[in-house]
């Protein structure tokens, strides 16, 4: 998970119809977050959703506030629900600062950790996070094993551009590592964790590690 783009003009279905869903907030949506789930980071096709960040029982309010919807996977959207809506905000804050994100593949667990003294909406993220990733229960049932198991193909592929990088340094295998970081990627909050915990990676890339900071 990492900080997300908004863009700053409220989509008109919003302002003119009692409807979230409109078919441009849509497509915003989907421009702003490169067709990327913003807590899983898998890419969305069909079976993408209108989250609530602050959830429509809890905060009807909210129900049509643009800065509150954003678009998820249906799996996310499941395990979400109206149960964190006190999480860190993804348009203001960047996540991958904030909280360590690593795949442990000896364990076969993703483990994410606040890197200061967590507040409630930094332990909320983590517990959501550890849901999406890992699963509620010790043994992960079938939809959880299949989507943790994309997830690890993803990140062991960087983990080869790494060390083919490592191994032989040279253009070629260099631009592979920085095409697989661009912002329209999967997976960006555990690379840019790969590439952070190591100094020489962080010099050769850090660069490509700031999408949306500033955005």
Known sequence: MIRVYKHNVTPSSLLITKAYDGEDVKIQLLSDQHDKCYLCERYLVTDFEIEHHKSKDNYPHLIQNWNNLFLVCRY????????????LYPVTI????????????????????ALSDPSSQHTNTIDLLNKIFNGKDKIRKIKEKKFFD???????DFSQLIRDFQKSPSITTKNLIIEALQINKEMLGFKYWMIKSNEDLLKEFGEYIIWNKTA
């Open 94 to 113: 960047n996540i991958e600062e904030e909280i360590r994100q690593i795949i442990d593949f000896d364990n076969k667990q993703a483990k994410f950790e």
């Open 76 to 87: 996310c959207n499941g395990k979400k629900s109206k149960n964190y809506d006190d999480t």
């Open 150 to 156: 994309y997830i690890v193909s993803i990140v062991n």
